[in-house]
T-cell receptor, first 112, second 115 residues
Framework: AQSVAQPEDQVNVAEGNPLTVKCTYSVSGNPYLFWYVQYPNRGLQFLLKYITGDNLVKGSYGFEAEFNKSQTSFHLKKPSALVSDSALYFCAVDAGANNLFFGTGTRLTVIP | GAVVSQHPSRVICKSGTSVKIECRSLDFQATTMFWYRQFPKKSLMLMATSNEGSKATYEQGVEKDKFLINHASLTLSTLTVTSAHPEDSSFYIC???????????FGPGTRLTVL
């Protein structure tokens, strides 16, 4: 069975510092991995995805994520956090049949 | 491009009534649409997958007679919560996909509150 884990419910980081939001997955076969962001009272916005190729994926708003097959991880990163990055972040995996399995979300708070 | 809308954005209804939520792909034809439910402080749970012109495929534990899904055209899918009860109160999000090779694009969500 496929699953996605986001071990941190909350991540706090000072503005200008690098940020990392963790995600690990469990799925058979080669997964498609995604990151989405959700702002208050809004739907999900696509940030980036990994399908194949380079393990470092660059996405919207300066975010990037690194696919690590041996550690089954797909952590989201940004070199310098902005206050406007404060939101709820979801990691998701598509293990085939176009069914997305989401993690429980990590609330990122960037402190001015 | 790839805009998905939902209507209404917020609805409050009395227990026992039915509520219809629309999901539209505005600038592409969605062969597949998905309906998710988001509980407070929890992840999104896939409720069902619908393909245009065919019956929706429901996830285990989702009552198909309670959550009626109609994907009548390539740009519109509707979710009807029948005989709504307070426990149906939630945030419902749809997504649309042009073809299986593309990612899903999400709507802004609908907040349902059943009194």
């Amino acid at each position: 069975a496929q699953s996605v884990a986001q071990p941190e419910d909350q991540v706090n980081v000072a503005e200008g510092n690098p940020l990392t939001v963790k995600c690990t997955y469990s799925v058979s076969g080669n997964p498609y991995l995604f990151w989405y962001v959700q702002y208050p009272n809004r739907g999900l916005q696509f940030l980036l995805k990994y399908i194949t190729g380079d393990n470092l994926v660059k996405g919207s708003y300066g975010f990037e994520a690194e696919f690590n097959k041996s550690q089954t991880s797909f952590h989201l990163k940004k070199p310098s956090a902005l206050v406007s990055d404060s939101a709820l972040y979801f990691c998701a995996v598509d293990a085939g049949a176009n069914n997305l399995f989401f993690g429980t979300g990590t609330r990122l708070t960037v402190i001015p | 491009g790839a805009v998905v809308s939902q209507h209404p954005s917020r609805v409050i209804c009395k227990s026992g009534t039915s509520v219809k939520i629309e999901c539209r792909s505005l600038d592409f034809q969605a062969t597949t649409m998905f309906w998710y439910r988001q509980f407070p402080k929890k992840s999104l749970m896939l409720m069902a997958t619908s393909n245009e012109g065919s019956k929706a495929t429901y996830e285990q534990g989702v009552e198909k007679d309670k959550f009626l899904i109609n994907h009548a055209s390539l740009t519109l899918s509707t979710l009807t919560v029948t005989s709504a009860h307070p426990e149906d109160s939630s945030f419902y999000i749809c997504s649309a996909q042009e073809d299986p090779a593309n990612e899903q694009f999400f709507g802004p969500g609908t907040r349902l509150t059943v009194l």
